[in-house]
Antibody, heavy 125, light 107 residues
Framework: QVQLQESGPGLVKPSQTLSLTCTVS??????????WSWIRQPAGKGLEWTGR???????TYNPSLKSRVTMSVDTSKNQFSLKLSSVTAADTAVYYC?????????????????WGRGTMVTVSS | EIVLTQSPDFQSVTPKEKVTITCRAS??????LHWYQQKADQSPKLLIR???QSVSGVPSRFSGSGSGTDFTLTINSLEAEDAAAYYC?????????FGQGTKVEIK
């Protein structure tokens, strides 16, 4: 069974770059037509989709973060990563990685069917 | 950006009651609407995909309906383990967005 695990620093200073990695286990990141996303959730608040990446390296970012976000994939390590630059306190959140199927002509884009446990990132000096 | 508005924000329900949560989209999204359950200190879990399609392993008391702009998640005969926040999510238009969530409390 495929599992996702986020990792990275739990504390980042303001104006610095947040860097997180999601490791895929129980299956190959390259198998099927899966896309890989990052979703974040500030404490006590709702969910915000940050963006997605395909194993070819193709990316789609949320315009609200587009100028600060970079995603990458390392198929040899079965990992994908998130970098968010110039962070502020507003970027403090639990960050989840998640998987979804690709686009289907009859159904559209699929739901997030597998999620990691999430990792808390605090932006503070 | 498509805004998803859920109602109610909070619901306190006794076991075995029926729960109905609605999600309204600011623009039509066809059936590209999905529902998740998030229990305290856990990651979200997929309940319903494409508005009404069941998900393997999810109890049959959870069902979804709707299309276009109006969607409903129904929990028939609520159980104590269903205490959680419930979120709708649209994948019909970029950027993908989520509803603000509905918290269901067990009386």
């Amino acid at each position: 069974q495929v599992q996702l695990q986020e990792s990275g620093p739990g504390l980042v200073k303001p104006s610095q770059t947040l860097s997180l990695t999601c490791t895929v286990s129980g299956g190959s990141i390259s198998s099927g037509s899966y896309y890989w996303s990052w979703i974040r959730q500030p404490a006590g608040k709702g969910l915000e989709w940050t963006g997605r990446i395909y194993t070819s390296g193709g990316t789609t970012y949320n315009p609200s973060l587009k100028s600060r976000v970079t995603m990458s994939v390392d198929t040899s390590k079965n990992q994908f990563s998130l970098k968010l630059s110039s962070v502020t306190a507003a970027d403090t959140a639990v960050y989840y990685c998640a998987r979804h199927n690709g686009y289907d002509d009859s159904s559209g884009w699929d739901a997030f069917d597998i999620w990691g446990r999430g990792t808390m990132v605090t932006v503070s000096s | 950006e498509i805004v998803l508005t859920q109602s109610p924000d909070f619901q306190s329900v006794t076991p075995k009651e029926k729960v109905t949560i609605t999600c309204r989209a600011s623009l039509s999204i066809g059936s590209s609407l999905h529902w998740y359950q998030q229990k305290a200190d856990q990651s979200p879990k997929l309940l319903i995909r494409y508005a009404s399609q069941s998900v393997s392993g999810v109890p049959s008391r959870f069902s979804g309906s709707g299309s276009g702009t109006d969607f409903t998640l129904t929990i028939n005969s609520l159980e104590a383990e269903d205490a959680a926040a419930y979120y709708c999510h649209q994948s019909g238009s970029l950027p993908w967005t989520f509803g603000q969530g509905t918290k269901v409390e067990i009386k």
